[in-house]
């Protein structure tokens, strides 16, 4: 099964994050092929050539809320991956923060909840449910 336009702009954003410190750990490279089997059980193959697509743009407009929330996550997830988050990375979130429609005055705090919970290494269900009962 090939990635869907969709699949694939969110996850070309999930490998722009894992590029944001200039040093792709393998933790990172790992988890990000890890997401991509978990979210729509590409191959390798697939993961590879949605990376390595030169004409894909990235457009996140047409992700439901929960979808925004959990890419969101998963870029969290993939700041992790390495054991360090730097300050670019979390500009990085902030700014997806921003683009996928949430307010500009709340960016940070979504980025730090994010970042919180990744670290923790709760799934996103865990997430997603904390979000609903607050």
């Known amino acids: 099964m090939a990635m ?8 070309l954003g999930l490998y722009q994050m894992l590029l944001a410190d200039a040093e792709v750990h393998p933790k990172e490279l790992e ?5 991509g089997r978990e979210k729509g059980g590409f191959t390798e193959e697939e993961i ?8 894909t743009l990235i457009s996140l407009d047409s992700l439901s809320d929960d979808e925004r929330i959990e890419y969101l996550y998963n ?7 390495d054991g360090r988050i730097d300050d670019k990375e979390k ?6 923060s921003k683009r996928l429609g949430f307010a500009d005055e709340n960016a940070e705090a979504i980025s730090d909840f994010l970042l ?3 670290k923790e290494n709760k799934s996103f269900e865990e997430v997603l449910q904390t979000i609903k009962n607050s």
């Open 75 to 81: 870029l969290s997830r993939i700041a992790w991956a």
């Open 31 to 35: 988890l990000l092929y890890q997401i």
């Open 91 to 96: 500009n990085i979130l902030q700014d997806v």
């Open 48 to 55: 590879q050539l949605a990376l390595f697509s030169p004409n």
């Open 116 to 118: 919180k919970e990744a």
């Open 4 to 11: 869907n336009e969709n699949q694939k702009k969110m996850f």
